[in-house]
Nanobody, 122 residues
Framework: QVQLVESGGGLVQAGGSLRLSCAAS????????MGWYRQAPGKERELVAR???????VYVDSVKGRFTISRDSAKNTVYLQMNSLKPEDTAVYYC????????????????WGKGTLVTVSS
């Protein structure tokens, strides 16, 4: 099986920084895309940033210039550096990976982490 485990969430004051990490483990054959989504209370889950293997990162407009996504393919890990945090960034952040596993080598499947809470106080 495949697991995604996030870490790095917490409480920070507005203007501060946090770095999220997500490590994928298990019977992974190839990871296509890794990314971060978030869900604020009462709102739908939204894409924050994603990065494809060998591709350029994509960001939602509200985080451009403040957040940076990066990936260590050797470690099957994706990071999200969040700077200049705002109260509206408060949400549960979920890691997401689109990958092929040894169990299903011919088709990709999307996996999710359990989420990590980021709280930004004003």
């Amino acid at each position: 099986q495949v697991q995604l485990v996030e870490s790095g969430g917490g409480l920070v004051q507005a203007g501060g920084s946090l770095r999220l990490s997500c490590a994928a483990s298990g019977s992974i054959l190839r990871i296509n895309t890794m990314g971060w989504y978030r869900q604020a209370p009462g709102k739908e889950r939204e894409l924050v940033a994603r990065i494809a293997s060998g591709g350029s990162p994509v960001y939602v407009d509200s985080v451009k210039g403040r957040f940076t996504i990066s990936r260590d393919s050797a470690k099957n890990t994706v990071y999200l550096q969040m700077n200049s945090l705002k109260p509206e960034d408060t949400a549960v952040y979920y890691c997401n990976a689109d990958l092929r596993s040894f169990v299903q080598p011919l088709s990709s499947r999307t996996y999710w982490g359990k989420g990590t809470l980021v709280t930004v106080s004003s």
